[in-house]
């Protein structure tokens, strides 16, 4: 059972090109998160959501809580974006998280 | 101001040996967390503490215990290694309901 769902799983895109990447889950929860994970295996806090829209330079978020969806869009997309995106629900104390959205982008 | 730091980065250990993932944080955060991370599966949560002395299960805690004697450090330990724990180990911090900081990873393999 997945509480989280992302997709795609693989994404390849060219330079320049809009992306978004889909999350869907199946748990009430008090905030949704997304995840950068570089080639090195990094970690980092892209946004945290609760309701709405946020943008954070070319990169921009989106829940419906109501669907259970949330969107990342990049636009814009560059080859320093390559890197997995990984959506991550809270509910309680708990996190889950889906298994991530491999994005490459070609110059 | 170092963030979270999770040693050692890499380990190899034999089947039945124990060891101790040190993980420290200096955000004086309250919500500390293990997950690892397995091809195909995403992170998922081992042990989490919301505070000093208060720790709790997540979705796969077999085989781990863990402790949260201070606010910075919260170690996660491996009882008795078995090869099903060969796995990418990441520890995180925040405040509980935002943004959660990790670290580097500890990649374990038990042979």
């Known amino acids: 059972k997945n509480e989280v769902e992302q997709s795609p799983q693989n994404l390849t895109a060219q330079e320049g090109e809009f992306i978004t990447i889909n999350c869907s889950y199946s748990v009430g929860i008090s905030a949704l998160h997304w995840l950068q994970q570089h080639p090195g295996g990094g970690i980092v806090s892209l946004f945290m959501?609760?309701?709405g829209k946020k943008k954070h330079g070319r990169l921009i978020a989106t829940i419906n809580i109501q669907e259970k969806h949330s969107s990342l869009h990049i636009t814009a997309s560059h080859p320093r974006d390559s890197a997995v995106y990984i959506c991550?629900?809270?509910?309680?104390?708990?996190?889950?998280f889906g298994t991530g959205t491999s994005l490459t982008v070609i110059p | 101001n170092a963030g979270v730091t999770q040693t050692p980065k890499f380990q190899v250990l034999k089947t039945g040996q124990s060891m101790t993932l040190q993980c420290a944080q200096d955000?004086?955060?309250?919500?500390m967390s293990w997950y690892r991370q397995d091809p195909g599966m995403g992170l998922r949560l081992i042990h989490y503490?919301?505070?000093?002395?208060?720790?709790d299960q997540g979705e796969v805690p077999n085989g781990y215990n863990v402790s949260r004697s201070t606010t910075e450090d919260f170690p996660l330990r491996l009882l008795s290694a078995a090869p099903s724990q060969t796995s990418v180990y990441f520890c995180?911090?925040?405040?509980?309901?935002?943004?959660?900081?990790f670290g580097d990873g500890t990649r374990l393999s038990i042979l």
């Open positions: 995180a911090s925040g405040g509980i309901e935002q943004p959660q900081h």
């Open positions: 959501l609760s309701s």
């Open positions: 503490s919301v505070g000093a002395g208060i720790t």
């Open positions: 991550a629900v809270h509910t309680g104390n708990q996190f889950y």
């Open positions: 955000m004086n955060h309250e919500y």
